[in-house]
């Protein structure tokens, strides 16, 4: 249908422009994580540009994982703070993001037990299922930076089981 393309069409350069001026105030790290989402659905991070309009059959998809990206914005953080609701209701709605690198490229479980929180690393593994072997993209720069730590080992050795004090 005629109608139902040039609407897709305008979603798609909407969306796009939303990305082209939005991306760039955003930290490296927060940007290059949501075109690594994006890449998903025909994205060209290099151009800012879709290479392929969106279609009806991806746009719930995309909304869903939309979403997930924007909680888990919240969620990663409260992990290391120990936000245990924040981080129980995104577990709830997305649970496929339970053993996920976040934006710094570690996981939930990690994150809460880089910094102690027995509690909620307790909530990850018995009630969540969060694997202790789950690997991390690379160390978490946030707590590098907050406990002066410049040990920066390599990611492929982050995993849970692995973590130093």
């Known amino acids: 249908d005629i109608e139902e393309d040039e609407l897709l069409d305008k979603l798609t350069n909407d969306i796009q422009t939303t990305l082209k001026n939005g991306l760039p105030t955003l930290s490296t790290l927060c940007s290059g994580y949501i075109e690594q989402f994006l890449h998903e659905y025909h994205f060209d991070k290099d151009q800012r540009v879709f290479t392929e309009a969106l279609t009806t059959n991806i746009l719930y998809s995309f909304q869903q994982n939309l979403k997930a990206l924007l909680m888990a914005a919240k969620a990663y953080p409260a992990a290391y703070r120990n936000v245990k609701e924040t981080v129980k209701k995104f577990l709830r709605q997305h649970p496929d993001y339970k053993d996920k690198s976040g934006f710094w490229g ?54 849970m089981i692995h973590i130093r004090n």
Do not use: M, W
Request: hydrophobic share 45%.
């Open 106 to 159: 570690t996981t939930l479980l990690y994150s809460a037990a880089r910094v102690g929180f027995i509690d909620l690393v307790t909530y990850l593994i018995e009630t969540v299922g969060c694997s202790v072997h789950a690997q991390n993209k690379r160390e978490l720069a946030f707590v590098l930076i907050t406990d002066n730590d410049t040990d920066r080992q390599d990611p492929a050795f982050s995993a």
